[in-house]
């Protein structure tokens, strides 16, 4: 029923919306990376946040996709989008106007919390909580403040399977205000300044096409799990936990969220573009137009403003001193949309993205051909004394025209 072949990607914005929501794609490292470290800070509510952002997203996209479905179709509808979009698989046909108590083996979060982590003492799959309350809300034209969403069993506690009650009652995650439409920044454009920056870009645009879920509903691909995310929702998990942290501890718990918003950005520069260099997608499209490392950061942003995170660009560039930019951005595209002006940058995991990059090229050996996509790599990596550190200097979301971030030793 869900065909994302009618979607088609914007390439004067390196961006795609799928029924009025920006998407973006994510892999696993990140986004656990992200929710572990929110989580961890267990002196905040994070749960009202984690499972109402998702929610929030997921109940504008399918009310738009469902419109007009009757209820067996628009649940075809939701458990297609679910599927495509990396989460695992769920089965809707149980529920009634009264909810449903769901079972499912197959979890993106929580398969892929247990790989990076081991075992957990909570449940971790948030996401499928917002997804099975928002679904529930447009099948049976509820408002979402009159549900109720609750993960009682989760295979990354070590259960058989996760189970998700869904049922009418009053709400128990956050609800947001309405967004406003995107307003693309409409600027000239610092190109990225290789020659072959168009073959690279040419040979993956049509590659969002192609990721969509397996038989099991994951995309395994360049080495990790990826997953198709409403952009907004990720993004409103890091501007509420600096949000939340700031409420609780001033302008310390605002740097220290920041802080390990950046470390998850670093950890996606890591081990995502780790997995992507050490991929048969990489050496087959990318790597035969490789001489210098500088190439390197280049043939891998060309590649990646094809997965809907703007456009990525190099001022400057060298093993010392880089300046990278961001044209569009996703992370301040979405602030504005929740959140309008800010009067700080709020990009931090493209920064931290951009930051991991550099030390993935210029302190280890992958562009020598060694895997280095291990948790002991990354530690090693941040622990080293030639470890980059990171200056964001300008933000959309601040008025300027573009993301900028300076990584330097």
């Known amino acids: 029923m869900f065909d994302i072949q009618q979607y088609k990607f914007d390439e004067q ?73 990396g989460y695992g698989l769920i089965d809707l046909s149980s529920m009634t106007e009264a909810g449903i108590e769901l079972t499912t083996y197959k979890s993106f979060f929580s398969k892929t919390w247990v790989q990076k982590f081991g075992l957990s003492k909570n449940p971790v799959d948030y996401y499928t909580s917002g997804f099975l309350a928002s679904a529930y809300a447009v099948i049976y034209d509820k408002p979402l403040a009159e549900v109720q969403a609750i993960q009682t069993t989760c295979m990354a506690c070590g259960d058989a399977f996760n189970t998700h009650v869904i049922k009418p009652g009053l709400v128990n995650f956050a609800i947001y205000p309405p967004k406003q439409p995107t307003q693309f920044k409409e600027v000239p454009k610092v190109s990225l300044d290789w020659e072959f920056e168009e073959v690279v870009t040419s040979a993956f645009l049509g590659a969002h096409a192609h990721f969509v879920g397996n038989e099991e509903g994951f995309i395994p691909a360049f080495g990790v799990y990826l997953i198709r995310c409403q952009s907004d929702w990720v993004n409103r998990l890091q501007f509420e936990f600096v949000k939340s942290m700031s409420e609780v501890a001033g302008e310390y718990g605002e740097t220290l969220a920041t802080e390990l918003l950046l470390e998850a950005g670093h950890a996606c520069g890591f081990f995502t573009y780790g997995g992507i260099m050490n991929s048969n997608e990489w050496n087959q499209a990318v790597k035969p137009y ?36 961001n044209y569009n951005d996703f992370e301040d595209m979405s602030y504005l949309r929740m959140y309008g002006q800010n009067n700080y940058p709020v990009h931090w995991a493209n920064s931290g993205g951009f930051t991991g990059l550099m030390q993935l090229i210029y302190n280890t050996d992958i562009v020598d051909g060694k895997r280095i996509d291990t948790e002991e790599g990354f530690r090693q990596m941040r622990r080293s004394k030639a470890k980059y550190k990171t200056k964001m200097t300008k933000g959309i979301s601040c008025g300027d025209d573009y993301l900028e971030v300076e990584v330097f030793l």
């Open 290 to 325: 490789l001489k210098t490392k500088e190439d390197w950061i280049k043939g891998l942003a060309a590649l990646v403003n094809t997965m809907g995170w703007g456009y990525h660009t190099a001022v400057e560039l060298s093993q010392d001193r880089a300046v990278f930019r």
């Open 13 to 85: 914005h390196n961006a795609i919306e799928i029924a009025g929501e920006a998407m973006i794609f994510h892999c696993h490292h990140y986004i656990n990376y992200l929710q572990r470290s929110i989580l961890d800070a267990d002196y905040i509510d994070s749960r009202l946040f984690l499972v109402g952002s998702a929610a929030d997203s997921v109940y504008y996209q399918l009310s738009n996709l469902c419109q007009g479905l009757a209820e067996d179709d628009a649940k075809k509808m939701a458990q297609d989008i679910y599927k495509s979009f």
